[in-house]
């Protein structure tokens, strides 16, 4: 069992930055592939990013790569988000996720979730 907390949502203005923290409880956190992914109102749950287990593999989708950056410190049992040059269309709310295997992108391969942290880009 695996409990997720995420902070350092808010508002920011186009091209701006953030960084987002995911706090995990559990002895075994260091076993689980972590992702986030985000959701807009009105649109699906999409993939954003995610981290292997150990930290040496990272997977990012096409239209964050280069400007988000996934990590994670398994001794903090945290995983981290750094957003760069932030655009209205990351407008979302950004969850955290955690799976056991391999990687995924696919929001329903992934076994605990979460409650979600806010992040407003203004144009």
């Known amino acids: 069992q695996v409990q997720l907390v995420e902070s350092g949502g808010g508002l920011v203005q186009a091209g701006g930055s953030l960084r987002l923290s995911c706090a995990a409880s559990?002895?075994?956190?260091?076993?689980?592939?972590m992702g986030w992914f985000r959701q807009a109102p009105g649109k699906e749950r999409e993939f954003v990013a995610a981290?292997?287990?150990?930290?040496?593999?990272?997977y990012y989708a096409d239209s964050v790569k280069g400007r988000f950056t996934i990590s994670r410190d398994n001794a903090k049992n945290t995983v981290y988000l750094q957003m760069n040059s932030l655009k209205p269309e990351d407008t979302a709310v950004y969850y955290c996720?955690?799976?056991?295997?391999?990687?995924?992108?696919?929001?329903?391969?992934?076994?605990?979730w979460g409650q979600g942290t806010q992040v407003t880009v203004s144009s």
């Open positions: 996720a955690a799976k056991m295997g391999s990687y995924g992108r696919m929001w329903h391969a992934y076994d605990y």
């Open positions: 981290i292997s287990w150990s930290g040496g593999n990272t």
């Open positions: 559990g002895r075994t956190f260091s076993s689980y592939v």
